[in-house]
């Protein structure tokens, strides 16, 4: 990280940290006594060379937490990694453990999300019975810590019916909604693979009032909501996961429950060197706008790593110059 400092015609440079890939420069000039500041960052995808689906990143005191599918290197689950710079990296633990024989959460571990609600951080994520077949076993459910670095401990699931993809989403009046993914062996007789939409009523415990909000596609997960001004953003992946079908689209509504209007663009989509990718999140990025979490398999499809990219919002238009695979630099306002 480079900070300049130019006072009157004469220039001063101090390293302040790291020099990699996701290095930030801070250019600094002083005319007529003002301070006029311009700075970068510059980030490479993926971020992390490891198998790491489904991303959700927050930022916490300065300190971004990547979540991620899957079985940790310490033999838990839900993999969390942490860093200062969106570019170095730090395994910090699995967040939660594997439930005992007969508990809901014993295999899959899918789509972590989290919130800070009350002071703790609330791990919405999919998990399963063991044996189940069309993994008509899957329910969205909860573990709760203090801390975003964990360990979280499981408070069960919390849809009682088959179910993936939860995403937790307080609108700006403290209301509470989870939107998720209708799984296989729906117990309500509902489609697999539309996205629907529940109040919470307590952060563990939905109305029961499941309201379907798209089904356009033969398959749709990973909803996420995006609120800005007036507008909610039902965004979403559709295709399948593993192949280059895969890609990221949204829909326009004006209350969190819809009615949402799906837009003909997408969001990403498959490129050369990036393929199907999707399942995301939303953050704020180093500029203090938001950006785009999401998975892409290799060329060779053998993993889907972990990558991000800038969201650009254009009234009702959501793009993004993604999926890039090359050093990309972002100008940051100071």
Known sequence: ?????????RQFLYLVGGTGAGAIAYVAGCQGGSLRCESTFTYCNPIIERYLADPCIIKDEGVYYLFATGKAPDERFI????SDNL??????RGAVTKGKPGSWNRRNFWAPEVVKLDGKYHLYYTASLENTPKNTGNRVGLAVADSPEGPYEDRGAIVPNASLDGHPFADEDGTLYLYYTIEHGNSLGLTAGQIYVDRLVAPNRVAGEPKQLISHHKWQEGPFILKRDKTYFLTYSTGAWTNETYN?????GESPTGPFIEQPDKILESNEFVKGPGHHSFFTGPDGKTWIAYHGWDPKFTARYPRIDPLVIDAVRLSSPGPTSTPQTVKIKQ
């Open 87 to 92: 570019t170095d990296w730090t395994f910090v």
């Open 79 to 82: 993999q969390i990694y942490k």
């Open 1 to 9: 990280m480079r900070y300049e400092r130019a006072i009157g015609r």
């Open 248 to 252: 990221l689209r949204y829909a326009v």
